[in-house]
């Protein structure tokens, strides 16, 4: 905004155009091109958009200056408020792409006409944080996608976690309050880690399950290409005569399922506070166009009724070993939006938008999202016509005898808004094709407020899953819990959990407890149904199923004045082939001249590109460079971190001296020969073994 000295002198003339850009007063343009005229919003042509109208070059502004109202009025309204979860969130526009057809139990077209590609909405996001909190915090991530199919928008609005904290939508509002920042001190923001949580967590044993999830390595993604997405509750599926199945939505990233570790997560926070936006970003940007394949889960009443839980308890899931995944598709993002507000913020997701031919079930958590959604969006979006902004109107053509309302944008025509009518020929009617529902029998057991015996058991499922875990991953669990409840300033709230902890695992509620010092084993509480054992389900693990690849990852390449110009190009060239990217991180943004003349442009500068934001590191140094950077505490950290992370590091002889000051042991992951090789392959996985020599786990 242009700013006025003072006193205030007139700095023209009387008479003279009071606008710094008179005519032909053109500004440097570096865009170049033909402009259009600046108007207001009702097209009024703006000769002067730095000053406001003020009764006098020293003197009060005007009210009648409608140029600057309009334009402060709408930047004051240019916030609305935001989600109450899932608040922060990014997006990209892609398209579904059936292989497989569901047509044996489905009408759904999205779900039978192979080849045909959808095109798709999909909005990842965590969800305790406010819309301006980091993007790596140690929490669930939405996986919400809006297909616009040929007969109305569907949208699945799942999460990365298979399973919810809470059986009954009346506890949504509860565990919401309690996860958010506590009312009275406005902290801490995006983190479970506090009282209020935990405390409604040791008084609601339903959340167990979830909670095992929560503390596992699921919260802490890689990068929002690599996580899984899951619909949670069963859908169900209706043939053409009515006829219902059961099914399970499944995301499963192409690249594989990768985390970080806690200590890799809590440092991004730091270092970028984008960081999973930016991923995705940069991957579209690159043309790396992430991509899920859609599974399901198909599963009748009968075979409902053999499983030794309910699985409409949105607490439990099905293991794939029990009813296995079905590949029937793939969900390929391949466009960032064009706007961020008017797409990833405006989009209104819906668990209640389904199309003929899939239904819900009688889940008491989805029931209550049915509603709620419809009812938050109202107001986050200001009315009743949120359907007609573009990212949310369907692709295919609706009509409806629905008029009026807050910013109504079509002007309907004709005399008819009711049905049934007799008096134009186009106002729109019923259809066959049109949607139903499946002929659910209801209990004769009349109203009441109840929870079913058979979501009685909350132990089992938690159990199932640790149990099922590998043993990094079961340290990472026990040292979550260590980590959460440390900062749990109640010891009654920790004692409690930790009393529930002995139902899901003795050894792993033993392990936490002397992770908290405690001096005894807390009593457990008392369980409804005992819990059972189950066979682990390996499906449910990270690091088995992790692709042991370079695709889709980054690679940080730290050189310096005389740095060795043939192996950085090998080393780069050989990342590229794999589908990786190699990013140049130097002292200096302008670069490094390496040894054969050459300057090298960075990608980053060393103080501000620490390596947690790659996945693993090569420090290509000639003598007096590494010897420099050895005192250089950037560079030590640089090295630390990608060691402390269980990344894999490459490093020349002039480099020896960076890790030397770094006090880096060696191990089949630290390769100082053959860097190219040898290190791609460590640095396709994590250096799992290596965590148990620097870091005290649970
Ligand atoms: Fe949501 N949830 N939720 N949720 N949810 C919202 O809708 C709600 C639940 C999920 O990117 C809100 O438009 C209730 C489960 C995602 O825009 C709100 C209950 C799952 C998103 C709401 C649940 C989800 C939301 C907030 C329990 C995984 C973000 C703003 C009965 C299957 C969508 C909004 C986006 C957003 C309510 C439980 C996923 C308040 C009442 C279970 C991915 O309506």
């Known amino acids: ?122 909005r990842f996001s965590t969800v305790a944080g406010g819309a301006g909190s980091v993007d790596t915090p140690r929490d669930v991530r939405g996986f919400a996608v809006k297909f616009y199919t040929s007969e109305g928008n569907w949208d699945l609005v799942g999460n990365n976690i298979p399973v919810f904290f809470i059986q009954d939508a009346m506890k949504f509002p509860d565990v919401v309050h309690s996860v958010k920042m506590e009312p009275d001190r406005a902290f801490p923001q995006a983190a479970s880690a506090h009282d209020t949580f935990w405390d409604f967590v040791s008084l609601t044993p339903e959340t167990m399950h979830m909670i095992m999830w929560a503390m596992s390595d699921r919260t802490l993604p890689r990068s929002l290409r690599t996580i899984e997405g899951f619909g949670v509750h069963s859908f169900r599926l209706l043939d053409g005569a009515g006829r219902s199945t059961f099914v399970k939505f499944h995301w499963r990233p192409v690249l594989g399922i990768q985390s970080t570790v806690w200590d890799e997560a809590l440092k991004l926070q730091a270092a970028d506070n984008d960081f999973h936006r930016r991923d995705l970003f940069e991957a579209i940007e690159a043309g790396a166009f992430p991509a899920w394949d859609l599974g399901v889960q198909v599963f009748t009443e009968e075979q409902a009724a053999e499983f030794p839980f309910d699985h409409l308890d949105p607490t439990k899931l099905i293991p794939e070993e029990t009813i296995p995944l079905t590949i029937i598709g793939r969900m390929v993002l391949d466009r960032w939006p064009d706007n961020f507000f008017a797409e990833t913020e405006q989009v209104a997701y819906c668990p209640a938008n389904i199309v003929p031919g899939i239904d819900f079930s009688d889940d008491p958590l989805l029931q209550g999202r049915l509603f709620s959604y419809l009812d938050t969006q109202l107001s986050r979006l200001g009315g009743p016509n949120f359907h007609q902004i573009p990212i949310n109107a369907p692709k295919c053509p609706f009509a409806n005898l629905q008029r009026d309302g807050h910013m109504q944008m079509a002007v309907p025509k004709g005399r008819v808004n009711y049905e049934p009518s007799s008096l134009q020929a186009d106002s729109p009617r019923e259809t066959p094709r049109g949607f139903r529902s499946h002929a659910t029998p209801v209990d004769a057991g009349g109203k009441q407020r109840i929870r079913p015996e058979s979501f009685a058991d909350h132990y089992s499922q938690a159990r199932l899953f640790f149990r099922s875990q590998s043993k990094h991953e079961q340290a990472h669990i026990a040292s979550a819990l260590v980590f959460e409840l440390s900062k749990v300033q ?38 409804s149904v005992a819990p059972k054992d189950m066979p682990p389900s390996p499906a449910l693990r990270i690091i088995d199923r992790m692709r042991d690849t370079l695709e889709g990852r980054v690679v940080g390449l730290l050189v310096d004045e005389d740095s060795d110009a043939a192996v950085i190009k090998a080393l780069r060239k050989a990342i590229e082939r794999e589908g990786a990217t190699a990013k140049i991180v130097a002292p200096r943004v302008g670069g490094a001249t390496l040894d054969d003349g050459t300057l090298l442009p960075a990608d980053g500068q060393l103080a501000g590109t620490p390596s947690v934001v790659f996945d693993a590191i090569a420090l290509l140094l000639a003598d007096d460079a590494g010897k420099r950077l050895a005192k250089e505490a950037a560079a030590v950290d640089f090295v630390r971190d990608a060691f402390g992370h269980l990344k894999a590091i490459a490093a020349d002889t002039g480099a020896q001296a960076v890790l030397k000051a770094a006090g880096i042991g060696r191990d089949a992951g630290v390769i100082d020969a053959d860097l190219t090789e040898a290190f791609l392959t460590a640095a396709r996985t994590r250096q799992w073994d290596r965590e148990k020599k620097i870091r005290t786990l649970a």
């Open 490 to 527: 109640t010891p009654h709230v920790r004692d409690a959990i930790v009393g529930h902890l002995r139902h899901v695992d003795m050894a792993l509620a033993e392990r936490v407890a002397n992770g908290l010092g405690m001096a005894q084993l807390p009593e457990a509480p008392p369980a």
């Open 1 to 122: 905004m242009a700013t006025q000295k003072k006193p205030a002198k007139p700095s023209k003339k009387p008479g003279a155009p009071t606008s710094p850009r008179g005519a032909g007063d053109e500004r440097h343009d570096m865009a170049g091109g033909s402009h259009p005229p600046l108007t207001t919003n009702q097209g009024i042509p703006v000769a002067d958009n730095q000053n406001s109208l003020r009764a006098a070059a020293g003197g009060p502004t005007l009210l009648e200056d409608f140029i600057l109202r309009e334009k402060i009025t709408h930047f004051d309204h240019e916030r609305i408020p935001e989600r109450i979860v899932h608040a922060r969130g990014t997006a990209a526009h892609g398209y579904f792409e059936l292989k497989k057809s569901l047509g044996k139990y489905t009408t759904a077209k999205v779900l039978t006409e192979v080849g045909v590609r959808t095109p798709v909405f999909t």
